[in-house]
């Protein structure tokens, strides 16, 4: 059997050092999990099958440690301590990823933003934060230059803007896979930063939770879920509402230039949120092909406050998205072949009645990938069509605007020893624009724990709508418009020994042409390709569990260094900062488990940055701590209470990157009975 | 992992390359945008520099105005002892060029520069020092180079200098951000810059003194004036007057009424020792709840204040503009934009705005819903209400702006960016020898839309909304002379120009 480099190091604590070696790193059970990948159910497209992925090999070993440990009471910190850095991202086993297992935060207060803010090489811009909108940041690129998928399926508008992490709600979350880099290759058109996967909890055969919760500023949480068995096939739903007033204290300054640091207290007023979602899922084997499906719905309303300096009292929004998903795979004709089919569509709407003039968005889109697998000799090679089509209907627009999108795309795992190579290709044209993509990535185990793993590739953004079309206030569209184009390469080097996990990175990336904003008159901004700007980043990842044995203490902290270089403009831009972009990230979190208690700490710091081009205007360096405690009620019924402190100092003085207050320190309640079983439980 | 760090860093080495967009017209050299056209040390190509007595122009090195050419050299005759007064006249070993005759003569009463007797007081080649030489364009006085006015171009983000002729008179004097307002006090001219940062730049009116900047919070300062040694200047962004000491530091700022729902301060001047400022709002839908209306911010501590044992000032009252007789039509709004203090009156332009016409601007009050209005402000004294009476500017007069008074007509800047033929171009005189002021025939200036005015000795000078031109008039003749073009174009296909203010250098 030819050895290669498994397709990553699941990161379960009880998993690292015995399940990882031998047989496990061999080729062949990576060609196994890629051709049950093809075969596999809808949300295993993207993220691998249990039977065979190597993560469920670490969590069989998991399962054993959980046995012999059977007769400790535990919560989920002490199961799931660590991370999964490339663990099933097994579309691109080659990429530089962080999977992030929701059960690792149970009980905690946490939506998509916050755990994706925990993986290196991110930044979330929150914009006022309480169930408002939070949009993704990775390696420097914009909102509008990450891939969000939820359960493989793209969240991202056509209309542009980014996707609001806020509104998938979080209780669905059985864990983030965050891709870093250049992934046009791989995922599509619009990954100039990188991808990020919402993984929704699978259906098992049985099983249910429960769970509920309140806390500051009138906010309210509910959420359950049911699996069951119909025939042959398992369903789940689940459905999550949530609430909050939002009327938290805040201190601002009234005179920010008078040197008088004295600070005024205010409360914030209409920044209210609500958010409702269901979500059903369905495996049914077919005979031998499989049938899965998903329906997700998703409502909200928020109040829009405004600016400390300009608030909006009566600016109001409402958002709502349905996505219907059915997926039939399996075995094509021939040996090693595996075909498979997906249908998606996605419907979403937002409404905003604003002082600057109402707004109705409507949009959606429907299509069909097809996909072949064929696992040969020493290798696995994906071939892939896709073709959707993307509507926006908004009187900003103009008229309805809609766009074809189409793709072919080729790419190949290939095993040669300790060495597994893939590269990817695809070609798109979404509208009128053309575009490739290529990557080349590459694994090498190099010894004993050590592995190596580098990649490069390229690939474009098309405009969005609403850079092309949108005619609104000071804003002016440009229908000249031609794609982005993001250029990258990264290397980072992976230990992964027993209790010890670490990553150390770098990536340099360019990208042309780029998407701005600017001035056409006094008050009047346009959009051209005019930016250009070099990206050049440190990420470290490591996590630990140095005392297992003694209260189940762990440590896991990442930490990114982004260096981002205006390289196109005016003289007083060129050779300065990127906007928005902090040169510092650190998060950090420790947690123990003695007993039936559970504890953890952490903190996200984030180093200052500039709000402008011109690197004038400072956003000043802000450090939260968060905490929390939670207790094992009943080991029978699962039952635990959890209370999560967030922003343990209480900084009423906190901001957003646009000057909006964020809450100071809230307290959330929390009971959960039931499953989903802690990670790596039977 | 060595050659692959290795591949990493010639990736970023060969992206590295940085390309500097200049403004439409300059050029790229040594890192800074110059115009080949006229920078004098790059006169037609980067590096070429012109001789002390030439100037450069059209990109060809020339003889300096009032410099003759001697044997093919550009020799200063005024001042040259070997040349004095014509070519090859040459004064006694010991004896001078006097500046004034351009004659030799034994004895300098005046100061000695090398071998010619000039004034250094006023001599443009040796101001305030020998060898110091003005700039084309600028004048020498009280021994230093002077520019006669200075135009506030938004886009490039530079204040530059001009003659009253507005052609060039020196380096342009670069701003942090974008400058959309001028004032002078002492010997500096002060820019309000806005976007992105806001920020107060001290200029000083001799080049040779480097300038300074002092940064605010926010990203739009709409005016700034000076009164009694201190700079008022209003933050739009964060809703504040800014008193600043003339050295830039921030004595006090003072929140305007409703500062949190966004009273967008305008113009400000000074009455009674009372500053009104104008309270713009939102030009948004939706309700009213700050601004059209008025401040009034009582000044009189001021003197304590700069003395640092108390207050600048405080606001007194806030005088309502909405629902005043006569100061909008019923689908304008009374937005108030610039303010004048004059003979003991307040002057205040109320731009009387209806909501857009088209898809994009129709929850903006954009359009002119019909006459612009003047609220004549009478201040009535502490603790008192002053007297408000609202003047209907006319048919020729939409969307009124800038303010400006020559002896004892006020001229009113009238024209609409967006609906010109609702508002269109023309500059209002009004007399203040009666009141209410009596309006008088409108000055038409053509193909622009006026902003700012000022007059600078005899000449009035009014720039432009749309463009980087400044329109020079003469407000006795009532002569509109063709618009010059200042303010360069920003860079790129999507440049452009906005003459933002106009300030006359003392």
Redesign the interface.
Known sequence: MVRCLTFSGPKETRGLAPSLSGPARACAPALALALALAVAPLRVLAEGEPRADPASVASTAADAAASRDADLPTLDEIVVVGRRPRGQVARDPTASATVIEASRFAGEAKGVAELVATAPGVAVNDYGGLGHVSTISIRGASSDGVLVLLDGIPLNSAFGGGVDLGSIPRNWIERIEVVRGVEGAVYGAGALGGVVNIVTRRATASGGSLELGGGSFGSWTGAGDRAFAVGAATVRIAASAETTRGDFPYRWD??????DPTLTA?KRSNNDAARVGALLAVNAPLGTPVLDVVAQVAAGRRGLPGS?????P?DRQREGRALLALRLSGPGPAAGLALGATASGRIEGLDTD?????ARQRGGTAGLETEARWTHGVGLLRVALDAREEVVQD??L?ERRARIVLAASAAEDVCLGPLLVSPAVRAERIGPHDGWSAKLGASLRLAGPVS?R?S?GRSFRAPSFSELFL???IV?PNPNLVPEEG?G???A?VIDAGPVYASAG???A?YRDLIVY?????GQL?P?N?G?A?V?ALELEVATIPLRQAAGLALSASYTLLAT?I??????T??NELAHRARHRLYARASAAPGPVGLHLEVHHVSRQY????N??LIPAATVWNAGVSLLLSRVHAVSLHVDVRNLLDDRALQDAFGYPLPGRSVLLLVRAGSPAPEGRP | ?RS??A??AI??LA????????PQGETACG???VSLATDTANCGSCGRSVGRLEVCSAGVATCAPGIALCGGVCTDLSRDAANCGSCANTCASTDFCTASSATCTSTCAADACDRSCVDRQTDRYNCGSCGHACAAGETCRGGACHADLAVAC????EVVPVATDLTPAGAHR?T??GP?ALTVLGSAIYAANG???A?VSILPLDPVFAATAV?????DLEHITAWQNVLLVT?A????L?VMSPGGA??????MPD????PNPHGIDVAGGVAYVALYG?S????VTAGQALAKVDLSTLPACVAGTGPCGSVEAKMPLVGVTGAADASGRPFPSEVLATAGRVYVTLANLALGDN??????YVKPAGHGRLAVVTPAGPGAADDLTVVDLGTSCGNPGALAVDGTTLWVACGS?GYPSLAPPVLLPLSLTSYPPVVGTPLSVPGIVPGKIAFCGSGGYVTD??SGAVVQFDPATRTVYPSVVVCPT?????G?A?A?DVACAP
């Open positions: 009234p005179t920010p230039n008078d040197g205010e400390p300096y300009s608030l909006t009566d604003a002082t600057t003039g109402d009187a900003s103009g190596l580098a490069g005619r609104q206030g002016a250029i390469g990264d290397a080097v770098g990536h340099s360019l600017q001035p056409v008159s006094f346009r051209f005019a250009k070099l050049q270089q390289l196109r403009g005016a003289a007083d060129v050779g709000a402008d081009a011109q004038l205007g | 992992m692959l760090l591949v990493l990736l970023s992206s590295c390359s940085k390309e500097l967009l200049c890192g800074r945008c938004y886009a490039t983000n670069p942090p951000s959309d976007y992105p940062q920020s940064n605010l919070s926010g990203s933050n962004s964060v809703g504040t800014v921030v004595l006090e700022e003072l929140p500062q949190t729902f966004g939102s948004a839908s939706g309700d898809p994009w601007d129709a929850t903006y960016f909304q749309a920003s860079p790129g296909p999507y452009y906005w933002a």
